[in-house]
């Protein structure tokens, strides 16, 4: 099953948030959870981070919300508002190159 995260930065965390960048990227890779999309949620000028957007490959809900606690952007504040949604892909989704 895929799952969708969808992390809001709390007001004022962008030190915060480049100071916790390097463990939370390792954290990516821990966890019953598989990265399939990651990146970093900004502002309309292109630059400015506002949070992030996740989405994995995990067997329940409960290992996506397991992974999400012990991410060091959660423990630091980093983040304060998350959101999880299960997600299917349709079948007609095509394959999307980065820009």
Excluded: N
């Amino acid at each position: 099953m895929y799952w969708v995260v969808h992390c809001l930065d709390a007001p004022g965390t962008l030190e915060l948030r480049a100071q916790h960048r390097p463990a939370h990227s390792a954290h990516l890779t821990q966890g019953p959870v598989r990265p399939v999309l990651v990146g970093p949620l900004l502002a309309g000028d292109g630059i400015t981070p506002l949070g992030s957007l996740l989405v994995f490959a995990a067997a329940d809900r409960g290992a996506v919300e397991r992974w999400v606690a012990e991410d060091p952007f959660t423990i630091a504040g980093v983040w304060h508002q998350v959101r999880i949604d299960a997600f299917i892909p349709s079948a007609k989704t095509p394959v999307a190159e980065p820009v």
